[in-house]
T-cell receptor, first 113, second 113 residues
């Protein structure tokens, strides 16, 4: 059974701090990695995707991938109260595509003003 | 407006009464998918479709059917619903390749009595 593991949290950080969200996956054949944000009562929305080892930056968000360690993370710099949400890590073994997408259970982030 | 629509948004039904949840997208997306979200279990993929007439099982396909006769529609069919199918259901679509954003519908909250 392919698994994606996340710490459920809640992760609480003060406004302006860096929030670090982590995810591990069991399938070594995984090729594409996604981070989604879900506000309470709302649908998930894609924040970032990453395919290659290393870092990928987009504004305040940085995704980090280490395939050898089967680990992917999301850093949120200058955290804002509006970043308070549940963050879902998702993984697929389809290169570049979404195919059979497996989600972690999510980490709840709370940013305190 | 580019969107994924689902109907109905809320449904209460009884065990064994066949039902269909419709999903439609107006973005000419090739990829469509159905998920269910349950407390403590996260978001789990039921079925996905990479294109018209092409469907594949996700992680929890038992008790569900889908069809993809047209590009824009991807209905989810529960032939004989049971209480363990009480859940929040999301439909999603994307261009299907290169990590293109997966747009989620607003969700359908289903209760099977």
């Amino acid at each position: 059974q392919k698994e994606v593991e996340q710490n459920s949290g809640p992760l609480s950080v003060p406004e302006g701090a860096i929030a670090s969200l982590n995810c591990t996956y069991s399938d070594r054949g995984s090729q594409s990695f996604f981070w989604y944000r879900q506000y309470s009562g709302k649908s998930p929305e894609l924040i970032m995707f990453i395919y290659s080892n290393g870092d990928k930056e987009d504004g305040r968000f940085t995704a980090q991938l280490n395939k050898a360690s089967q680990y992917v993370s999301l850093l949120i710099r200058d955290s804002q109260p509006s970043d308070s949400a549940t963050y879902l890590c998702a993984v697929t073994n389809y290169g570049g595509s979404q195919g059979n997408l497996i989600f972690g259970k999510g980490t709840k982030l709370s940013v305190k003003p | 407006e580019a969107q994924v629509t689902q109907n109905p948004r809320y449904l209460i039904t009884v065990t064994g009464k066949k039902l269909t949840v419709t999903c439609s997208q107006n973005m000419n997306h090739e990829y469509m998918s159905w998920y269910r979200q349950d407390p403590g279990l996260g978001l789990r993929q039921i079925y996905y479709s990479m294109n018209v007439e092409v469907t594949d099982k996700g992680d929890v396909p038992e008790g569900y059917k889908v069809s993809r006769k047209e590009k824009r529609n991807f209905p989810l069919i529960l032939e004989s619903p049971s209480p363990n199918q009480t859940s929040l259901y999301f439909c999603a679509s994307s261009l299907g390749t290169s990590g293109n954003e997966q747009f989620f519908g607003p969700g359908t909250r289903l209760t099977v009595l």
